[in-house]
């Protein structure tokens, strides 16, 4: 059935700090309802990525009855999973893998949400903070998406604890990324600073594959035409999905959009030349709502790249 939705701004002392959040529920509301946490990027916060993307990643409230959470980060920037950064999250030591699991339990207690189907999704700096999530809270999470971020090198590796458990993981990254290179590298914005040394979205991938217990040996990856799923801009830009996956372990999906750059792929969006172009090569938003299992398309729209991970 299709929902309204309700927007909400909420807060929480973690901490001692005063951190706050957006929310946007079902309505009416849906008993046990899954969550997706939406972490924004470096020098935004949840009202400008709502904005950015034109509010579409909201629409999974519509479609399948999901709680939307957008945390806020410490003045524009989230303590992530790298050592060679200077936000003020990271040199005050800011928790913010505290302050998610404050949100989490937030949504379970008031909002009714389901603590077993929790997905975390998140973009650049969000996207790193994610990979921490995965090494120090992984048993917290259904499912992660994480665009634009590639796993930092082990001497630019933050994270204190590295817990081994699964978690079905999306990766999504523009080859023509100029922020977080594709093929590995210094991650730098216009030459301005740096976020220290990872690896390529590939080996992103197959290291996170290693720790889901699946053989890095991937099924070939292929072009998204024809799919029928979801729209793959011209021929210029074709998207490419890489999946390792081996029963019953959880699967990693790479999706490599060609051309694309620094963002989080959305219908009509166009960026500018220092973060590279999105060339509306593909629709993110129902890549990640399928593959977290939030909504049922295959009836209607042919099956889910590397899908499988519980909604």
């Known amino acids: 059935m299709p929902y309204g939705a309700v927007v909400r701004r909420e807060v929480l002392d973690v901490d001692g700090l005063r951190r706050s959040f957006t929310v ?3 309505v009416p509301a849906r ?35 999901a709680i ?27 928790d913010d893998v505290a302050f ?11 909002h009714g949400a389901d603590a077993s189907r929790v997905h975390a999704v998140g973009f650049s700096n969000g996207g790193y903070l994610v990979f921490r999530f995965l090494h120090e809270i992984p048993e917290r999470l259904a499912g992660a998406a994480v665009i634009s971020a590639t796993q930092p090198v082990a001497e630019n590796f933050a994270p204190r604890t590295s817990r081994l458990h699964p978690v079905p993981t999306l990766i999504i990254h523009g080859t023509g990324d100029r922020v977080v290179p594709y093929a590995g590298g210094r991650v730098t914005l216009g030459g ?41 801009g011209s021929r210029r830009s074709p998207v490419e999905y890489t999946e390792y996956r081996r029963d019953p372990h959880p699967p990693v999906v790479l999706c490599t959009v060609h051309g694309g750059g620094h963002a989080i792929p959305t219908a ?7 973060l590279g172009q999105d060339r509306r090569s593909l629709d993110a938003v129902l890549l990640i709502e399928d593959f977290f299992g939030l909504a049922v398309r295959s009836a209607r729209r042919g099956g889910t790249p590397g899908g499988g991970a519980a909604g």
Do not use: K
Not at 73 to 91: E, I, K, P, Q
Not at 209 to 229: K, L, M, Q, Y
Not at 268 to 274: A, D, K, P, V
């Open 268 to 274: 009509g969006r166009t960026l500018g030349s220092l």
């Open 100 to 110: 998610t699991a404050a949100v989490i339990d937030r949504l379970v207690r008031s």
């Open 192 to 232: 301005r600073h740096s976020g220290g040394t990872c690896l390529s979205a590939r080996e992103t991938a197959q290291y996170y594959a290693r720790r889901n217990g699946v053989d890095v040996t991937a099924t070939p990856g292929r072009p998204a035409s024809g799919r029928g799923v979801y729209p793959t």
């Open 68 to 94: 939307v959470a957008y945390p806020d980060s410490h003045r524009g920037h989230w303590n992530d999973a790298r050592v060679d950064t200077s936000f003020a999250a990271r040199t005050a030591g800011v």
């Open 31 to 65: 008993a046990q309802a899954p969550v997706v946490l939406v972490f924004h990027g470096a020098c935004q916060s949840a009202r400008t990525l709502r904005l950015a993307t034109r509010r579409a990643l909201d629409g999974v409230v519509n479609t399948s009855g």
């Open 24 to 26: 946007v529920r079902p």
